[in-house]
């Protein structure tokens, strides 16, 4: 099964600010998948994105898929302190039934 | 609602001793996923459960037993610690077979000396 990789491994940005990170695969996927990880906690799921589908929104996030480059950004708009944590981007295969994650993308957003 | 539980959070072994990591869920959620996430490598399958009494391997099973007990619950055996098993281990949930939208425990913090 293929991994994300998440670009880039960290960010550091100010209150108010916009953040965008990154993630590229090698193969043909079914969906992917953004979770955020808190310090110290468990992953929480925060958005999906199928193979047909180009964006997506909730709330503050935005979420691209471009197929053609094997790549999907998450941007976080107009970022909080508590933002504050590691995102992973998920990968669901076509033909398989397991997600498969990446390294992660360390947020830090500064009051 | 609890979710996904986890016993315990933290947990130090000395090599070679066994061990069994217990999660449940009340979500009656079908497909159940153990994880270990290790600095650096990101979240790593072991084992999965994609409905009550099947189980399968994942990217990394080895040194690690699974059991499905119910539809609720999930646990991971090691039946001889070693240091690499050093790790945090995350169980997660999913009504999808194909664990679309995972709902993950807390974790388990487990040190093998």
């Known amino acids: 099964s293929q991994q994300g990789e998440e670009d880039p491994q960290a960010l550091s940005i100010q209150e108010g600010e916009n953040a965008t990170m990154n993630c590229s695969y090698k193969?043909?996927?079914?969906?992917l998948q953004w979770y955020r990880q808190n310090s110290g906690r468990g992953l929480v799921h925060l958005i999906l994105?199928?193979?047909?589908?180009r964006e997506k929104h909730s709330g503050r996030l935005r979420v691209t898929l471009d197929t053609s480059k094997k790549s999907s950004s998450l941007l976080i708009t107009a970022s909080r302190a508590a933002d504050t944590a590691s995102y992973f981007c998920a990968i669901m295969n076509s033909g398989y039934s397991t997600l498969t994650f990446g390294k992660g993308t360390m947020l830090l957003v500064s009051p | 609602n609890a979710g996904v539980t986890q016993t315990p959070k933290f947990q130090v072994l000395k090599t070679g001793q066994s061990m069994t990591l217990q999660c449940a869920q009340d979500m009656n959620h079908n497909s159940m996923y153990w994880y270990r996430q290790d600095p650096g490598m990101g979240l790593r399958l072991i084992y999965y459960?994609?409905?009550?009494?099947?189980?399968d391997k994942g990217e990394v099973p080895n040194g690690y037993n699974v059991s499905r007990l119910n539809k609720r619950e999930f646990s991971l055996r090691l039946e001889s610690a070693a240091p690499s098993q050093t790790s945090v281990y995350f169980c997660?949930?999913?009504?999808?077979?194909?664990?679309?939208?995972?709902?993950f425990g807390s974790g388990t913090q487990l040190s093998v000396l």
């Open positions: 997660a949930s999913s009504s999808d077979p194909k664990g679309e939208k995972l709902f």
């Open positions: 459960s994609a409905s009550e009494g099947t189980t």
């Open positions: 994105i199928r193979s047909n589908e």
């Open positions: 193969t043909s996927i079914n969906n």
